[in-house]
């Protein structure tokens, strides 16, 4: 099974494929390019985030635009049994959870990292660790964001419908520009490159890469990277084995 997270969407196997969605629009743009099924995500997930809508919403209009039979699989705001109930009784085939297996003793996620989401209680969209890839991101803040982001108006233009809007932090003007202007540069720089810069980032740093905080980064990362996390993340208390994650959650 191929999933795919970003871009145009476009078969790369022969075998199973879904493609992850943000919007009605672009769950037909993957279900026209053959996709056998859509992830759609809702704004609250964590990590990159492709709409502004709510999960459950966007699965009742994905369902209506889709087709009865078509399917769909819900990704945002998945960390107990019950959200997986909810899910499908809303009619998704599937549930998917990310945040909840970040927290996991088996996710590579930096110890200090994980820390930092056990104590969080709120999360929210940016654009600030975007260098290389500038797209909506949902992070706990730190010191990086407290640095960037006290001041900075909470107006993001995040895509969907006008009602949809949500009112969150962007980043800097200049940030941002820088982030569009060096996207291509940064992204195809030698491995070594990339390395060096997310080694010298501080929370002051002008450019921030996506780089998360991993068990065998720099820990400097917890403060001066993004900390990756979904609406979830106020709900979840503990680092467990991932089996039992998948036991309970299935029910
Ligand atoms: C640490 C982390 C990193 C993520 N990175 C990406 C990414 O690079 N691209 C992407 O499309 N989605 C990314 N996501 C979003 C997931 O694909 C998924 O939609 C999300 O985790 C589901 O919401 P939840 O976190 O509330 O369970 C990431 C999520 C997390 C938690």
Redesign the pocket.
């Known amino acids: 099974m191929v999933v795919t997270?970003?871009g145009r969407p476009r078969r790369r196997t022969p075998g199973a494929w879904l493609h992850?969605c943000g919007s009605v629009e672009e769950a037909l743009r993957a279900q026209a390019a053959g996709a056998d099924g859509v992830?759609v995500?809702g704004v609250?997930?964590?990590?990159?985030?492709?709409g502004a809508t709510p999960a459950l919403r966007l699965l009742g209009q994905a369902r209506a635009a889709l087709g009865p039979e078509y399917p769909l699989l819900l990704?945002?705001?998945?960390?107990e049994r019950s959200d997986v109930s909810t899910a499908l009784e809303a009619g998704a085939q599937a549930a998917?959870?990310?945040?909840?297996f970040?927290l996991s003793e088996e996710s590579r996620a930096h110890a200090l990292y994980k820390e930092r989401l056990l104590a969080a209680r709120e999360t929210f969209l940016t654009e600030l660790f975007g260098a290389g890839w500038p797209a909506p991101h949902r992070v706990v803040p730190n010191a990086a964001t407290d640095h960037w982001l006290s001041g900075v108006r909470p107006l993001f233009p995040v895509r969907g419908r006008k009602d949809e809007r949500q009112m969150v932090f962007g980043a800097p003007r200049a940030n941002r520009l820088l982030n569009h202007l060096f996207a291509p540069g940064i992204r195809y720089a030698p491995a070594s490159l990339q390395q060096r810069m997310i080694g010298a980032q501080r929370p002051g740093s002008r450019i921030l890469t996506p780089a998360?905080p991993t068990d065998d980064g720099p820990a400097t990362l917890v403060d001066a990277g993004a900390l990756?996390?979904?609406?979830?993340v106020a709900r979840i208390d503990t680092v467990r084995p991932a089996a039992e994650l998948v036991r309970d959650l299935a029910g």
Do not use: C, P, S
Not at 44 to 50: I, N, P, Q, S
Not at 75 to 79: C, D, V, Y
């Open positions: 997270f970003w992850q992830i995500q609250e997930a964590g990590g990159h985030v492709r990704a945002g705001g998945i960390a998917v959870a990310g945040t909840r970040l998360g990756y996390a979904g609406e979830t």
